[in-house]
T-cell receptor, first 112, second 112 residues
């Protein structure tokens, strides 16, 4: 069935370092890949998304890359700040569906 | 412009009871999806409503049902509650053909 694997489950970095979170999806029909940031006790917030016709997208310190052949996509955060600390979820969905399949989440801790 | 809102914020029920959760989508949005997020896990898709009809459904039993009203707001009903139904229930809305889903703050349900 549909599945999204996410690694690592926890990630600790020093302020200013980069952080990379990787996801793999199983359904080759998936064509939309959002990333959500969820702080403790709060709603998931969309931070960036990418569609299957694009290989890379960047928004300031955040970038996402997609390798459709390998069915991999990754989130890159540069110059991390303590306020980047949260749980990050990747997700995937196919055409004509709202069903987002989420990864298991990565807890990112940025130490000052 | 209000984002997605949900009520109540917290709820405590006992096994066997029934519960109704409510969601008001972001202004201009007409499609509502519901997700269940167990502690430490990613959200899981329950179902989606559009034009007052259930359009897609995830792997949840018939105890989970919903409704969408003409003003696009939505309800999630869960009958015969089980301990395992304890979770954060998230509502997400989007507009028409746009893929981006915006989440509400969620309702935290505890079943004793």
């Amino acid at each position: 069935g549909e599945n999204v694997e996410q690694h690592p489950s926890t990630l600790s970095v020093q302020e200013g370092d980069s952080a990379v979170i990787k996801c793999t999806y199983s359904d080759s029909a998936s064509n939309y890949f959002p990333w959500y940031k969820q702080e403790l006790g709060k709603r998931p917030q969309l931070i960036i998304d990418i569609r299957s016709n694009v290989g890379e997208k960047k928004d300031q310190r955040i970038a996402v890359t997609l390798n459709k052949t390998a069915k991999h996509f990754s989130l890159h955060i540069t110059e991390t700040q303590p306020e980047d600390s949260a749980v990050y979820f990747c997700a995937a969905s196919g055409a004509n569906t709202d069903k987002l399949i989420f990864g298991t989440g990565t807890r990112l801790q940025v130490f000052p | 412009d209000a984002g997605v809102t949900q009520s109540p914020t917290h709820l405590i029920k006992t096994r066997g009871q029934q519960v109704t959760l409510r969601c008001s989508p972001k202004s201009g949005h007409d499609t509502v999806s519901w997700y269940q997020q167990a502690l430490g896990q990613g959200p899981q898709f329950i179902f989606q409503y559009y034009e007052e009809e259930e359009r897609q459904r995830g792997n949840f039993p018939d105890r989970f049902s919903g409704h969408q009203f003409p003003n696009y707001s939505s309800e999630l009903n869960v009958n015969a509650l089980l301990l395992g139904d304890s979770a954060l229930y998230l509502c997400a809305s989007r507009y028409g053909g746009m893929e981006t889903q915006y989440f509400g703050p969620g309702t935290r349900l505890l079943v004793l």
